[in-house]
């Protein structure tokens, strides 16, 4: 049986090309995500970064521009293969432009359950965090440089 997966809901309050750059060049990634040194939004590019003290191995399974981007989310050195995916959805609203993001993180259960860093409640804090303030504290202008995900 599967686990139920992490899945963040947010409202932006910009259009959806500005989330879809967000989440698909490096320029960006540098003041709201991770430290990657390379992003190209293409099924099967590769690309790794640290989150704390853990390497992120990271592989894209899906494109499709402005509407949907995943990849696979895994840890070298640990067991366990995970799908991030964001779903983006233009909001019907004639005074601001509004994008809504569903993250929806996948197969969480499959990393090592005696570590607390790979608990569902880990997963759903840090992503929280990510979509929720960082994220859209760059999205929307109130980004600050300590805003960025360590």
């Not at 879809?20 to 060049?25: E, G, R």
């Not at 521009?65 to 050195?77: D, E, F, H, N, S």
């Not at 293969?81 to 993180?105: A, G, R, Y």
């Amino acid at each position: 049986m599967s686990a139920k997966p992490v899945e963040i809901v947010e409202i932006f309050d910009v259009s959806i090309e500005k989330v879809w750059n967000a989440l698909t060049t490096k320029a960006a990634f540098d003041k709201w995500y991770f430290d990657i040194k390379k992003f190209v939004p293409e099924v099967g590019f590769e690309f790794e970064f640290y989150g704390g003290s853990y390497l992120h191995h990271c592989k894209i399974v899906e494109v499709e521009p402005t509407k949907l981007l995943a990849y696979t989310w895994k840890y070298p050195v640990y067991e366990g293969n995970s799908v991030v995916t964001f779903i983006l959805d233009e909001l019907t609203d004639e005074i601001v432009p509004q994008t809504k993001l569903t993250l929806i993180h996948e197969g969480i259960e499959t990393f090592p359950p005696d570590d607390k860093n790979f608990s569902r409640e880990s997963f759903e804090a840090g992503w929280t965090e990510i979509i929720r303030i960082s994220l859209k504290n760059y999205l929307e202008g109130n980004y600050e440089a300590d805003s960025k995900v360590e």
